[in-house]
């Protein structure tokens, strides 16, 4: 049976996170609906349904990547899930080899969009460029007992945009709640609550515990996973659709206090 990775996007401020859980909506819940009820799985368990990311509540995606055995045509999967959501949009797929597996990406990059002029953007280039590099987040994320907390962020650009600020963080992986732990930190030191040298103290020294809080999970969206030598099926009307979910996104950062 062939094995086959869907692309997708979503508009996430829509759910209680990416991966199913009982009694709430979210995302993977519904594809699997829309899977069985569209005849292209039977099975839940056989199909082995995996994901690229299991983005939490409120956060967004332009990409990520599910994977599941079917006999249905990759063409025919993807058309058939084209026009059956709200907020999620199926836009590429691709048959991919039985030891595929979507967890095992490259690179992962997210965006973190700020209201424009909230903040000084120099200040906040200058406390983010603290991350670059491997790190002990300990101090920067929500650590589960079994994970490591080193972790290595490749790239952290932020560019002013029409009515954001927009800040792209790329690395292998991240530990949960990583990114708007780093995001509220930074924005701290730009409203002159903590100063850069606490911020270097807790990423020198992760065995001092402290606590910066967090930032909101809307504005963070889930832009790209990148694969080796893997080349998707993307019709160019279906892409397009994502930019619905920036706009979506754009549009509740005004009820938020940064």
Known sequence: MPKLALKIAYDGTRFHGYARQPTVRTIEERIIDSLIDKNIISDVKKAEIRCGSRTDKRVSALTNVMTFYTDEPA???LYLL???FDSIFPYG???VDDNF???HAISRS???LI???RFSTSKLKNALSLFIGKHDFSNFARIESHRNPVRTIDRITVNEGDNVVIVEITAQTFLWNQIRRIIEASIKYCKEKITLDQIQQALTHPETPIDFNISPATPLILTNI???DLSFFEPEELKQRRNIVES???KHLTNLVF
């Open 75 to 77: 063409k025919n999967v």
């Open 82 to 84: 084209s026009s059956e």
């Open 93 to 95: 797929i691709t048959e």
């Open 101 to 103: 597996n979507p967890r």
């Open 110 to 112: 997210y965006r973190y």
């Open 115 to 117: 209201p424009i002029n």
């Open 226 to 228: 990148k694969y080796p």
């Open 248 to 250: 979506l996104v754009e």
